[in-house]
């Protein structure tokens, strides 16, 4: 599952120290990397171990961008084994240097994965509420593209809940949105969408 997220690449910097805490610094880089090869290799127990250790090296050198790096693997991990509280609260540290940073597009995608989690649990009115943020977003980004793909994720949550009427509300307002790109096929696609959850109340 974690393999569809991004790193915090626009974090990656990491470094620039001399002597002692410069060779330390290079095993929390090579620790990290070491995580994100497990990771890939869906070796979760061992690639938690390396983050971990990645993390601890990171906080020795009040590395705040390799801090972030590291929680946001280690969120991943935790994703993959379905330990999705825990993954909230690695995502969670990893945004809050984010926002220091003032890193909006990192920002997005740990939203992204904190709603994946959310999810998970049925805590919906968390999910909504980062997904809605999301939302504006790209509203604010004038980015319609990213829009549609929120849309559909606050459709398919209030559909979890229940809220079949709003979900088939939200899938008009992407219908409409792609009748004004002149999408039919995809326009057509969501009314019937919004069709097929009104029959079901």
Partial sequence: MSNHFQPLDSLCPMGGQSG????????ARKDYREGRTLLGKSEFG????????ALKGFEEQGDEQGIANASD???????????Y???????QRAHVICEKEDDS????ALNKKMTAAYRK???????????????????????????????????????????RA???????SIAGIHSRFKHTRLAEEFNLRAAAL????
């Fill in 20 to 27: 002692d805490t410069d060779q330390m610094l290079d095993q």
């Fill in 46 to 53: 061992a690639a938690a171990m390396a983050f971990h250790n």
């Fill in 73 to 83: 693997r280690l969120g991943d991990v935790c994703l993959a084994r379905g330990e």
């Fill in 85 to 91: 509280a825990l993954a909230i609260t690695h995502y």
């Fill in 105 to 108: 597009f990192s920002q997005l």
């Fill in 121 to 163: 649990l049925e805590e919906h009115d968390k999910a909504l509420e980062l997904l809605f943020d999301m939302l504006e977003h790209y509203r604010l980004t004038n980015n319609p593209k990213g829009a549609v793909e929120i849309m559909i994720g606050i459709a398919e949550v209030y559909n979890e809940q229940g809220e």
């Fill in 166 to 172: 709003k979900a088939a509300d939200t899938y008009r």
């Fill in 198 to 201: 009104e029959q079901k109340r």
